[in-house]
């Protein structure tokens, strides 16, 4: 365990300072009990600091939980915080019998107990301090989302041209190829909506079925019920990707029936390969024809409905002394910069 490793390297290159050697004795084992316990709390914190304050959002959450089970990053966390805990106490009674020791033999066989139990407590956590690097890794290869801000979740089956829609619609620059999966874990891009900012989330595609959901199906079912403002859901009515126009509809379906409350906005893309009576909207990501139309009807969707806008209600909202001019800077001294000027 490197953990333990560095805590005892650390400890041993104590260098005490004594007029005897017995003083120099016990203060080198109060340097080693000290110093190793603290090394390990240090390093405990920082294999958990991406879980600190202020945490994870919900839809942070919603994605670990998905992707590891319910309360397993929790339960993990909770078990590192305890055992730091219980690192503490133990460096502090072992910083006790330290001091109680009556010979050179005591505080070695003192240190040698200390660095038993802190041995094994570390041991005890091994398996939760993997969890949560695997955690940390799995969320530095995720986009954070801004919670709050208007979300367009682009989704739909496999290889029915999301990933070609969400370069055009945004500044997202995903992989795009012939054969479904491409596409495995979400990411977003921006798009200006002229009032907003909108982020555009990709997804991986999502087969109809209701069991057997690989991990990538379930991040994109996670992106369409938690953190979608509207989603795009994209449909390939010309066969190229490898799924029937009824499948695609049957998910639609099911969607709307499961996100009462996300506006699902449909839409046959690839129209460069043959139009059809549908009374869908048409668009073609390879051409750009009936991109415009498209983004009319996203900016309706997003467009703030009958409140005020978010700028007059912050000024409305604000009180009186908030508005106030920021106070004069203090003034200079003479051959010396303030801090604040560096
Ligand atoms: N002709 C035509 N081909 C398209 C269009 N949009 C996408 N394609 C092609 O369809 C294939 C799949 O495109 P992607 O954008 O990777 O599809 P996806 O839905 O993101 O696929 P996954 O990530 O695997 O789910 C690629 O070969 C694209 O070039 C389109 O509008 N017209
Ligand atoms: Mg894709």
Redesign the pocket.
């Known amino acids: 365990m490197e953990i333990l490793d560095t805590a005892f390297r650390r400890a041993s290159l104590a260098t005490p300072h004594g007029q005897t050697k017995a003083e120099r004795d016990r203060l080198r084992a109060k340097l080693k009990v000290v110093r190793s316990c603290a090394t390990v709390v240090r390093h405990l914190r920082l294999e958990a600091r991406r879980f600190a304050k202020p945490g994870l959002t919900p839809f942070e959450g919603a994605l670990v939980a998905g992707a590891y089970g319910d309360g397993v990053l929790d339960r993990a966390l909770l078990r590192l915080r305890r055992a730091e805990e219980r690192i503490r106490d133990l460096s502090r009674e072992a910083e006790l019998r330290v001091r109680r020791a009556s010979s050179a033999e005591e505080l070695g066989s003192e240190v040698r107990a200390c660095y038993g139990r802190l041995s094994s407590f570390v041991r005890e956590v091994d398996r939760d301090i993997e969890v949560v690097r695997d955690v940390t890794e799995f969320l530095r290869h995720r986009p954070r989302l801004e919670p709050g801000a208007p979300t367009l979740v682009v989704a ?1 089956f ?7 829609l969400v370069e055009r619609l945004s500044s997202a620059h995903p992989r ?8 495995l874990s979400i990411a977003v891009g921006h798009a200006d909506l002229g009032f907003d900012r909108l982020q555009v989330v990709d997804t ?2 999502v087969l109809g079925r209701s069991h057997r959901v690989n991990l990538a199906e379930e991040e994109a079912t996670t992106a369409v019920g938690k953190a979608a403002t509207v989603v795009l859901f ?1 449909i390939d009515p010309t066969g ?1 990707a490898g799924y029937t126009l009824e499948e695609q509809e049957a998910l639609l379906e099911r969607w709307r029936a499961e996100y009462p409350g996300v506006p699902i906005l449909d839409v046959e ?5 043959g139009r059809r009576a549908s009374g869908r909207m048409q668009v ?3 051409t750009g024809e009936g991109v415009e139309n498209l983004w009319s009807a996203l900016r309706a969707q997003f467009e703030p409905k009958g409140e005020l806008p978010p700028m007059e209600e912050a000024v409305e909202e604000a009180p009186d002394a908030e508005i106030e001019e920021a106070p004069a800077p203090p003034p200079r001294r003479a051959g010396r910069r303030a801090r604040n000027d560096a």
């Not at 496999?158 to 070609?164: A, D, I, L, Q, Y």
């Not at 795009?176 to 596409?183: G, H, K, L, N, V």
């Not at 893309?269 to 390969?273: E, F, G, M, N, S």
């Open positions: 739909g496999p290889n029915v041209g999301k990933s070609s795009i190829a012939d054969y479904p999966f491409t596409t991986p595609g994209v190229t893309t690839k129209a460069d390969l073609s990501a390879t």
